[in-house]
Structures are given as C-alpha cells and as structure tokens.
C-alpha cells in the first residue's frame, strides 16, 4: 500500500511538473480520487499476480495432458452407445485436467494475459475443443449394418490429432464389435488408421485392392470363418463380373488368419463362392453384423439443444 501511494504522489508531483493544475484534475474528480485509485491499482496488481499463478497451473497441466494423450491406451478409452452412434469418452484423470485447462484460460481471457504461457496456441485449441466436443461428447463414429462399415464423419478436433487417439478409438470399436471394414472411398486418414491397425499382433487382416477388413484375435474359431467366407461371398456378390481370387495377390490374409482357417477351406470359400455368390441367396454378414449398428444409415447427429443431448447422456450415462 505505501508503495502504491508514494506511486501516485510521483506520478501528481509528474503532473505539476508539466504544468497542470492538478487541482483542477482533482475537483474534477470524486471526491475518494486518491482512494480510487489505489483500489484500482490494487485489483490490478491482485489480477496480474492471480493470472500468473494460473500461467503456472495451465502449464503444468497442459504437460499432463499431451504425456496422458500419448501414453493412453485404447483399453481405457470409453465407448457409450447412444442413438445407434458410438460416443468417445476419455478417461475421467484426462477430462478433468482438460476441464480445468479450460477454466484457467478462461480467466486468462477475462485479464487479457498470457506473459508466460509456454503453448498458447494449443492451449488456445484445447480450451476450444473440450467446450465444443469432449464436455458435451460430440466425438463420434458409427457402423452401417449388417457390414460394420466404419464412419467417423467428422474425425477428431485438432488438438487430440498426433498422438494416434484415432488408431486407438477404432481399436476400441473392433473389440467392441469383432470386426470392421473400411470403405472402398475411405478417406487417406482412415486408410492410414486401417494400415498402422493392421500392424498389430492382436488383429487380423483380409486385404483386397480396394477394402480392408479387420478381425478381433481371440474370438471363436467359427467366428472367425464366417467373417471370412462372408467377406469372400459378399466380394463375389457385389462384383459379378470380377475374375476369381487369388491368394496372395487379389486377397492377402495375414498368418496367423491363415492358420486359424486354413489354406484348403480359405481356397475352397474362394472357388465356391464365386459360383454361388451369383444366386445371391443370402445377405452376407446378417447374423455377423453388430446389431445396434445402424439399420438402415440415418442422419448425422446434430450439435443442437436437443434437450441439451438428453442431459448430457443423462448426467453421463446414470
């Protein structure tokens, strides 16, 4: 406080020097000027001193949430079923240091200050994507029955982008639901999801010119032939005109695929099928398909009122 005061005597004595009646100044003013003026030099010292702090948090925070983002596993990641779409929900440890990033730098904006502030821009993207997408859960994909044709419609916001959260988010869905193809138009994003996926130890592959898809390891045997006869059938169904398959060459299995179906029946479906995939008596996957997958594809979600999306999933998911 004396130092405030002592401030503004310079500052008066400043005044008189240039000379202005700081008389004048002062009848023109309140009568509690000095007063005045010294709780607002203080509420802006308290302001500066408190914006600091709160630099301090969002950095440390913010260093928690890129090493959670990269280190997260798709095991803890949350999938809830709304509607017939998948939401993606973050571990409650992450969220919350989200929500408190974005609290921080509210208050930032309100001071106008950000002296310090390590990562200011992703700091920026962060506050806006977890109020856009990750409080309200509008992160989402979908599957079109009975295919388990992927949809991730709008991918992720920006700031969960580098860290393989979408290698990881479709690697929670093929648990979920034990199989998943991509599209023939996919786009380069997700091809190259399908790709690193198809990488891993735990996941098998059938690979055509066009389309990809992935099998949860683990499931029954007999699960697992008929994902693949079905996928064979259905390639013969939807190409009539198409020449046989060739092993190694217009269908690629991963080894451990090969080994769970075996060479003879894999080449057998092959032969078979393209004969009598022209009768077209059956839908493929119909009994395969996951079945809260949607039936037929409806409408995107819309990011509206909607009852505040049920109330946020019903006060999340309760």
């Known amino acids: ?58 950095n440390k925070l913010y260093a ?16 809830h079923e709304w509607q017939n779409f998948f939401y993606v929900v973050f571990p409650k440890k992450l969220e919350k240091k989200m929500e408190e990033v974005r609290d921080l730098y509210g208050n930032l904006l309100g001071a106008q200050y950000f002296v310090g502030l390590k990562e200011e821009t992703k700091v920026a993207q962060l506050y806006e994507d977890f109020t856009k997408f990750v409080e309200p859960i509008y992160i ?29 988010i479709y690697r929670k869905l093929l648990n979920t639901v034990k199989f998943i193809q991509s599209e023939e138009n996919a786009t380069s994003d997700v091809q190259e999801v399908y790709r690193k996926l198809m990488k891993m130890p735990d996941v098998n592959t059938i690979v055509y010119k066009d389309q990809t898809v992935l099998i949860e390891d683990g499931i029954p045997k007999n699960q697992v032939i008929e994902i693949v006869s079905d996928s064979i059938y259905e390639r013969y169904l939807n190409k009539p005109s198409m020449k046989k398959l060739v092993l190694n060459r217009s269908i690629i299995v991963n080894t451990k695929l090969l ?60």
């Not at 008189?16 to 009568?31: L, R, T, V």
């Not at 996951?290 to 594809?297: D, G, H, S, V």
């Open 1 to 58: 406080m004396r130092g405030l005061i002592q401030q503004i005597l310079r500052e008066e004595a400043e005044v008189k020097e240039m000379g202005i009646d700081i008389g004048k100044i002062k009848a023109s003013q309140p009568k509690n000027y000095l007063v005045k003026s010294l709780k607002k030099k203080e509420k802006a010292s308290k302001l500066k001193e408190e914006s600091k702090k709160d630099v301090q948090k969002i």
């Open 64 to 79: 928690q949430i890129v090493d959670g983002l990269t280190n997260l596993k798709w095991e803890d990641i949350e999938l």
């Open 140 to 168: 989402y994909l979908y599957l079109d029955y009975p295919r388990n044709r992927t949809h991730f419609p709008k991918g992720l916001p920006k700031s969960f982008l580098g860290y393989n959260i979408g290698v990881k």
């Open 259 to 318: 080994r769970i179906v075996g060479e003879t029946r894999l080449l057998n479906m092959m032969y078979e099928y393209y004969y009598s995939a022209k009768e077209g008596k059956k839908v493929p996957f119909e009994t395969l398909g996951y079945e809260n997958a949607i039936r037929p594809k409806k409408e995107e979600p819309e990011n509206d009122d909607d009852d505040y999306e049920s109330e946020l999933f019903n006060k999340r998911f309760g």
